[in-house]
């Protein structure tokens, strides 16, 4: 999909939530949080998400790793499909560090959690709250809104 722009971008993500099951932005939460706290539903926006990423937040995108290495990924996130996340947040760190090269997050580090448009990491958001994790966050608009203000970084 090289050289398609963003344009090519948008589409490859509406045939990605048409192929897998009716992801919308309408499953996205609401009110937006400002700020890493433990709010019912907080979330961020591409223009916060940047800036958290200046403060070197965790970003876990918690898509399957093929829409990883097909559609590309936001820069400086790590992949942990959801289905692997509540795994993930209960290992040993040195177990997580081997299997995600990056340091294990404490309870009360930040982190963001983001997917294609805010279904699934609505979901990862609920289960580190579930775990005790206490300044987590979720991307909302997901890799569809990012893909909207530059494009993606290729695995």
């Given at each position: 999909?090289a050289?398609t722009?963003?344009g090519?971008w948008r589409r ?6 048409a ?5 919308s932005?309408a499953a996205a939460?609401?009110p ?8 019912a539903?907080p979330s ?10 200046k403060?070197n937040?965790?970003?876990?995108d918690?898509?399957?790793?093929w829409?990883?290495?097909?559609f ?7 992949n942990?499909?959801l289905?692997e996340?509540m ?13 995600y ?8 580090d930040?982190?963001?959690?983001s ?6 990491s ?5 289960f580190a709250?579930?775990?005790?994790f206490s300044?987590v966050?979720?991307y909302?608009?997901g890799?569809?809104d990012?893909?909207k203000h530059?494009?993606?970084e290729?695995?």
């Open positions: 999909m050289g722009g963003l090519g490859a993500a509406r045939a990605l939530r192929a897998g099951g009716g992801w932005r939460p609401g937006t949080g400002r700020g890493l706290c433990a709010a539903e961020v926006s591409y223009q916060e998400l940047k800036d958290l990423k403060a937040v965790l970003h876990i918690v898509r399957e790793r829409e990883i290495d097909r590309g990924k936001i820069p400086e996130s790590i942990i499909p289905g996340l795994e993930a947040l209960k290992m040993d760190p040195t177990e997580f560090k081997e299997q090269n990056q340091k294990m997050p404490s309870k009360s930040p982190v963001v959690f997917c294609l448009a805010g279904t699934r609505k979901q990862a958001l609920g709250m579930s775990l005790g300044r966050q979720q909302a608009g890799f569809d990012w893909i530059e494009p993606p290729k695995k």
